[in-house]
Structures are given as structure tokens and as C-alpha cells.
């Protein structure tokens, strides 16, 4: 499930973002602070152009990771979308049905037309991912990110409306609030 943040799910988003394999693709190179989050927490509340979720197990409801939109275009409905999974719960499933959601959300409530993602190259399970949900990859940004000492590519991927409106009939089951 998908529910907004709260200041205790901080603790959760610093033991995620301490990990290197999810930090490097997603660009965070610098060290994490409990402050800093908290600030970050207050700033996305404040700011018209960014939505973000913590992933919840329906069962449990415990974290097991986040996701959003930003730069949120509500002129142009579109905006981009980031998601990240803690370690344990990876290749679970977790992470494609958190993003179907995230874009039905966008799709369906926030009457977007466009979203888009931005991917290094090398992250083939997030490729996966958003492939798995739709997306498809429209640019290559050659030499865009500086990770492990050399440069990657970062790729464009996107998902118009009408092709997720295709696709919703499989869409079954899912519980958003
Ligand atoms: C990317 C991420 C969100 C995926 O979460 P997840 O819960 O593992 O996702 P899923 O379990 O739904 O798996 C997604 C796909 O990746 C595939 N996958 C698993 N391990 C893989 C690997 N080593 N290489 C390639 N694909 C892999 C899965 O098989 C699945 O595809 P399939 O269902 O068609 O088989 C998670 O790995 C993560 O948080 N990574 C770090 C942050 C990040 O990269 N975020 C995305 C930035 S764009």
C-alpha cells in the first residue's frame, strides 16, 4: 500500500539510503542526516510540485520503501517518478506493484498525461521494473551520472496516458489510500 509520510518513517528512509546499492542510482553521494530528512519532509509538504509515499506491507505495515512524483507539471500533466525498495524486500514483487500504483495515482488522480523516469543504464532491475509497468525508453543521456569512479548513460523512459488506460484492465486488487 502506498500512505503518506510520516516523521517516523525517517528512520526507515536513513537505513535504506545508507546502503550504497540504493543510493549510487538514485544519485545520493552525500551522507544522510536525521535533520536533514526531517527538513525534507517539511520542504515536500510545502511544495506544489513533489509528492512522495511510504511503501507499506498491506499485512504487516511495516516500510519496506518510497516512491513519488516530482516535478509535478500540473500545466502540462506530466511529471517524473522515483521509487526505492529497502534490500531485504528486493525481487518480491514490491517494487513493480508500488509503481503501478504510483501511475495509476498519477493517471487516475492527478490527471497527468505524461510520466516519465530517468534510469542509469546499468540498473537493469529498475529498467526491468519500469518496463514491466509500461514504461519505455525514449533517450539516452550519454555520460550523465558519475558513480564508481566512471561515467553512465542515463536513459529516458516514459508512459503516455492512453497506454497505461490500454493496460488498466489488468490492474487488479490494489489498494491505494
Ligand atoms: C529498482 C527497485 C525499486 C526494484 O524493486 P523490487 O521490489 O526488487 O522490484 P520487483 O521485485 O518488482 O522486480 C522488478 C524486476 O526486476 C527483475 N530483477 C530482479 N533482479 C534482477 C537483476 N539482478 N537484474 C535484472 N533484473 C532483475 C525482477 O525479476 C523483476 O522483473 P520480472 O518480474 O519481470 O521478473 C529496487 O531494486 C531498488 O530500490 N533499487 C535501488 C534504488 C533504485 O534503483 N531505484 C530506481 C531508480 S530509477
Same mark, same amino acid.
Given at each position: ?35 536533514? @530528512? ?41 511529471? @517524473? ?17 508500488? $509503481? @503501478? $500504483? ?47 569512479? @566512471? ?27
Amino acid at each position: 500500500m502506498l500512505r503518506g509520510v510520516r516523521r517516523k518513517d525517517i528512520q526507515y528512509f536513513l537505513k535504506w539510503l545508507d546502503d550504497p546499492e540504493i543510493s549510487k542510482p538514485l544519485d545520493r553521494y552525500l551522507p544522510m542526516s536525521e535533520i536533514g @530528512e526531517e527538513n525534507w519532509i517539511l520542504e515536500i509538504e510545502r511544495k506544489k510540485d513533489v509528492i512522495v509515499f511510504t511503501i507499506v506491507d498491506k499485512k504487516t505495515r511495516e516500510p519496506i520503501g518510497n516512491c513519488g512524483f516530482h516535478k509535478i507539471d500540473f500545466k502540462n500533466q506530466r511529471a @517524473e517518478v522515483g521509487i526505492l525498495i529497502g534490500r531485504e524486500y528486493w525481487g518480491k514483487g514490491y517494487g513493480s506493484e508500488a $509503481l @503501478e $500504483l504510483l501511475i495509476s495515482y498519477g493517471f487516475a488522480q492527478l490527471n497527468l498525461n505524461s510520466i516519465a523516469s530517468l534510469v542509469v543504464s546499468s540498473n537493469e532491475r529498475s529498467l526491468r521494473l519500469h518496463k514491466k509497468v509500461g514504461f519505455k525508453v525514449q533517450g539516452r543521456m550519454r555520460d550523465s551520472i558519475f558513480v564508481d569512479n @566512471e561515467f553512465h548513460d542515463m536513459l529516458y523512459l516514459d508512459i503516455l496516458r492512453s497506454a497505461w488506460q490500454r493496460r488498466r484492465a489488468t490492474i487488479k486488487n490494489k489498494t491505494l489510500f
